[in-house]
C-alpha cells in the first residue's frame, strides 16, 4: 500500500518536477512513511499507534475543554471526518 501511494503521489508530480527531483521525492515519502502503516482508510503512526479516529477524538475532547460549544463540536467532528473520507 505504501508503494501504491509514493507512486500515486510521484505521478501527479512529474508536470512539475525534473527526474533528479522526482527520485529525491521518492526517497523522501519511502524515508518519511517507513514508520508509518497506511491502511485504505486512514492512517496509523506506528510510533504511537494512534490511529485518524483517535486524533478526531483528541481534537474534540482538547475543544471542549476550551469551552467550545456542543454545536461548534459537532461541526468540527463532522468537517474532519468527511475531510479524511477524501
Do not use: H, W
Not at 26 to 44: F, I, P, Q, W, Y
Not at 47 to 66: L, P, Q, R, W, Y
Amino acid at each position: 500500500m505504501k508503494d501504491y501511494l509514493i507512486t500515486e503521489i510521484v505521478q501527479g508530480m512529474l508536470p512539475y518536477l525534473d527526474n533528479a527531483q522526482l527520485m529525491r521525492l521518492r526517497e523522501k515519502l519511502t524515508e518519511c512513511l517507513s514508520n508509518k502503516v497506511v491502511t485504505d482508510g486512514s492512517m496509523v503512526d506506528n510510533d504511537t499507534g494512534t490511529s485518524n479516529d483517535e486524533f478526531v477524538e483528541m481534537f474534540i475532547a482538547a475543544k471542549k475543554v476550551e469551552g467550545c460549544s456542543e454545536r461548534t463540536l459537532k461541526y468540527y467532528q463532522s468537517t474532519i471526518v468527511k475531510a479524511l473520507e477524501t
